[in-house]
């Protein structure tokens, strides 16, 4: 399953909005989870099964979708939430994840 | 907390075979399944496969006829072979737990190691 993120980079400030999209090439159900990645870091889940926040993730972050269209909302952006988010297909093998997108300051 | 330390070598020459071992701490290996995901240098994430407490595996396919995953539950402790490397292999190397809810569907990765970069070049 091909996982497509948009946008590949996405400049905003403090305090935006931001919607990053994911498109599946096939049917997935609510099976998406989406990563924050710091520079040298590795990644770490912020939203599982679609819609759900994992533990200690602020509630600026939330997920919504299903089928092969979803969405990671972050409701007021914090200096630090710049980096580099993915979406993962949990569905079937192998996994896949999205191709990135960088949020950059404005 | 449950740690992961990925560990090997940092260079291989093209045409040999890349080998790392990731050690579990903080928890056993036993009950869960573990992944190895890679990394290009400025790309994105890609899933090589994963391996059970039990010793069964599932690969990518873009990857199968070259990869070997083993695990070590004496030494809490899970392995990565890649032969016959080129530069395109070369990348972050990461080991990973698989998480499951209570009804044994996938749901993400949740603990990770910090990664090691594997440079293929002779």
């Known amino acids: 399953i091909q996982m497509t993120q948009s946008p590949s980079s996405v400049s905003a400030s403090v305090g935006d909005r931001v919607t990053i999209t994911c498109r599946a090439s096939q049917g997935i159900n609510s099976w998406l989870a989406w990563y924050q990645q710091k520079p040298g870091k590795a990644p770490k889940v912020l939203i599982y099964a679609a819609s759900s926040l994992q533990s200690g993730v602020p509630s600026r972050f939330s997920g919504s979708g299903s089928g092969t269209d979803f969405t990671l909302t972050i409701s007021s952006l914090q200096p630090e939430d710049f980096a580099t988010y993915y979406c993962?297909?949990?569905?079937?093998?192998?996994?896949?994840f999205g191709q990135g997108t960088k949020l950059q300051i404005k | 907390q449950v740690q992961l330390q990925e560990s090997g070598p940092g260079l291989v020459k093209p045409s040999e075979t890349l080998s790392l071992t990731c050690t579990v701490s903080g928890g056993s290996i036993s009950r869960y399944y573990w992944s190895w995901i890679r990394q290009p240098p400025g790309k994105g994430l890609e899933w090589i496969g994963y391996?059970?407490?039990?010793?069964?595996?599932n690969y990518n396919p873009s990857l199968k006829s070259r990869v070997t995953i083993s695990v070590d539950t004496s030494k809490n402790q899970f392995s990565l072979n890649l032969s016959s490397v080129t530069a395109a292999d070369t990348a972050v190397y990461y080991c990973?737990?698989?998480?499951?809810?209570?009804?044994?569907?996938?749901?993400?990765?949740?603990?990770w190691g910090q990664g090691t970069l594997v440079t293929v070049s002779s």
């Open positions: 993962q297909q949990a569905n079937s093998f192998p996994r896949t």
């Open positions: 990973a737990r698989d998480y499951y809810d209570d009804s044994g569907s996938f749901l993400y990765f949740d603990y």
């Open positions: 391996i059970s407490y039990s010793g069964s595996t």
